[in-house]
């Protein structure tokens, strides 16, 4: 049993749409975070939440904590072709160090 | 400043061989971070560091695979008698301390024929 599932798996639109990606658990976490890997690279952390209810813009992507500290999604939008990239959530489940647990993943194509 | 890399970048080996991987953290940093992933997956914990000690093997899969860190800075992950199923990229991260933002470095891509 995968501990964050991330949905949907894959996700293939055209420049300018707007999209939601979601992350889910049944545990509550103490931070969760959004990284972006692109092929060949490693992830590349773009947010950390840590309040429940916390809801944190970085440009076109907003990143919302869900109340209950279990769950999270990351909207995009009018994407471009620079966002495609596999979108990953992580999670820390001990505060006294920072082990990740991560999703599997979104892959996200933006096609112009 | 720099930041974390990883050497080789590609590795291909036969099965039952025994590999190296290397890992050069940011400077300063002081835990280090070694994760494994699959095709298709996201990355799965292995090992942390926190200076020369492993705080945390609690994700290294077997006793084929171990990690050394002997000067609290670079770090080797070590494959023994490789298999096929430990074909994956694997990822090192470094952040200044205990629980600060982790960096990733790029990955070596293990393949095992």
């Known amino acids: 049993t995968q501990l964050l599932e991330q949905s949907p798996q894959f996700l293939s639109i055209q420049e300018g749409e707007n999209l939601t990606v979601y992350c889910n658990s049944s545990?509550?976490?103490?931070?969760l975070q959004w990284y972006r890997q692109e092929p060949g690279e490693g992830p590349v952390l773009l947010v950390t939440?840590?309040?429940?209810?916390e809801v944190k813009k970085l440009k076109r992507l907003t990143f919302q904590f869900g109340d209950a500290r279990k769950d999270s999604s990351l909207h995009i939008t009018a994407a471009q072709p620079g966002d495609t990239g596999l979108y990953l959530c992580?999670?820390?489940?001990?505060?006294?160090?920072?082990?990740?647990?991560f999703g599997k993943g979104t892959m996200l194509l933006v096609s112009p | 400043g720099a930041g974390v890399s990883q050497t080789p970048s590609n590795k291909v080996t036969e099965k039952g061989k025994y590999v190296e991987l290397r890992c050069d953290p940011i400077?300063?940093?002081?835990?280090l971070y070694w994760y494994r992933q699959s095709l298709g997956q996201g990355p799965e914990f292995l090992i942390y560091?926190?200076?020369?000690?492993?705080?945390?093997d609690s994700g290294l899969p077997n006793d084929r695979f171990f990690a050394v860190r002997p000067e609290g800075s670079v770090s080797t992950l070590k494959i023994q008698r490789t298999e096929r199923g430990d074909s994956a990229v694997y990822l090192c991260?470094?952040?200044?301390?205990?629980?600060?933002?982790?960096?990733f470095g790029p990955g070596t891509r293990l393949l095992v024929l």
């Open positions: 991260a470094s952040s200044v301390d205990r629980t600060g933002t982790q960096y």
């Open positions: 545990s509550v976490f103490s931070s």
């Open positions: 939440v840590v309040t429940g209810g």
């Open positions: 992580a999670a820390t489940m001990n505060s006294g160090y920072s082990t990740l647990t």
């Open positions: 400077s300063g940093h002081t835990a």
């Open positions: 560091f926190q200076g020369t000690g492993a705080a945390d």
